[in-house]
């Protein structure tokens, strides 16, 4: 009667082959998780590094926009066309050195 019972209980309880191949199924998976979620905080600071930088560019070609826009300004002015104008020899056109090109009706 005994093995009886024993047969029964062995056949209840899972083989120590399928325990051992559970565990280690159970280390592969959380080795895999572990490893994935490692990799997605590397890129997570990596992209955040690239965001920085990106930022800092953009901040540094706003200034010389800026540059450039107050420089444009200055060129463009009409006191210093003027005075460029002055210094060439340059001078408004007379009555007769104008030429029109087409009339408005």
Excluded: C
């Amino acid at each position: 009667m005994p093995d009886r019972k024993n047969s029964k209980n062995s056949e209840k309880l899972p083989s120590m082959r399928f325990v051992i191949v559970m565990i280690t199924l159970l280390i592969v998976w959380l080795l895999i998780s572990s490893m994935t979620y490692v990799w997605i905080q590397m890129e997570t600071i990596q992209t955040g590094y690239k965001l920085v930088r990106a930022h800092k560019k953009q901040e540094a070609l706003l200034e010389v926009k800026k540059r450039l826009e107050v420089e444009w300004n200055y060129q463009h002015s009409p006191e210093r066309l003027m005075a460029l104008a002055k210094k060439y020899g340059f001078r408004p056109p007379r009555q007769n050195e104008r030429i029109v090109l087409g009339t408005v009706d």
